[in-house]
C-alpha cells in the first residue's frame, strides 16, 4: 500500500549525495538494477534514500530532457533527479501511487510476516497502472541478517566452535518463502527470529532440524487447510464414468471395398 513520500529528504543529507550520484548514472544509462538492498546503521538516512530511489524510478520526467516544461515537468530539473511537479511525483508526495508498494512491520512485530511478502509480490506482479516501473519497498528486511550478526558474528566471520559462518547472497529463488536461508545443501523457510534461533542452537547441539517451512503450510501453498478442491470424491474414483471409448482417439480403417 502507498503512502505520503517524501523523497526529498534525501537531498538535504550530505553524506547520502555520493550515493545518488551512483543511482543518477545507473538511471541515465538504463542500468537501474530490479532490486536493491540498503544496509547501514539505524539514523543514517537509508529510508530517505530508498524513498528518492523509488521516486526517481516512478518519476513521470525520468528520460525526459527538462530544457523546456512539458508535461507537467518544469525547467531546470537534471536528468535522472525525481522532478517533484510531474503527476506521479504529486501522487508520491500525497501518498496515492497505485504503482507504490510499502511494507514495513506490524507494530509490536520482529519482523515482516510472510503473508505481508506474499502480498508484495502478488501485488507487483501486475500490469503498472501508469504505464512505467512498480516499486515494492520492503522495509526492515534485514533483521535476520543483524541477527546472525549478533548471533554467528560479522559476515565471513566463524564462529568460536567453528561450526557457524554465513554469507548474504542475491537471490536463492525462494521469494514466496521469505523469510529464508539456505543452511549446507537444505532451505529453511518461512522463518523469524524465533525459529531461526532455534535451528541455530540445535546445529549447535548436533541436532538435524526439519528443512522446509517453519509455518502450518505444505510447500509454497497458502498457510491454513485446502480451501478448494475440498471433495475427496473428486479423488477416490467414484465419480469416474467407464469409457466407451478413448477421446481423440484415431478411428480404425475403413474396411476395404470388395
Known sequence: MSEVLDFRRAESVPWLTPVREDMLRLIRTGRLPHALLILAKDGLGTEALADWIAAAALCESRGKEASAPTDGVPYGVPYGV????????????AGNHPDLYRVEREEDAQQLKVEQVRELIESISL?????????GMLIGADKLKDFCERKIGPKGHVSGGGKFSWVEVECLGACVNAPMIQINDYYYEDLSIETLEKIIDDFAAGKEPQPGTY????????????????????????????????????????????
Open 82 to 93: 525525481p522532478c517533484g511537479e510531474c503527476p506521479s511525483c504529486r501522487l508520491l508526495l
Open 127 to 135: 500490469t503498472s497502472y501508469r504505464g512505467g516501473f512498480k516499486v
Open 215 to 258: 509455518v502450518k503450510r505444505q510447500t509454497s501453498a497458502p498457510e491454513g487447510p485446502p480451501t478448494s478442491l475440498t471433495d475427496e470424491a473428486l479423488f477416490d474414483g467414484s465419480k469416474a464414468k467407464p469409457l466407451s471409448a478413448i477421446p481423440n482417439a484415431p478411428k480404425p480403417p475403413e474396411p476395404a471395398q470388395t
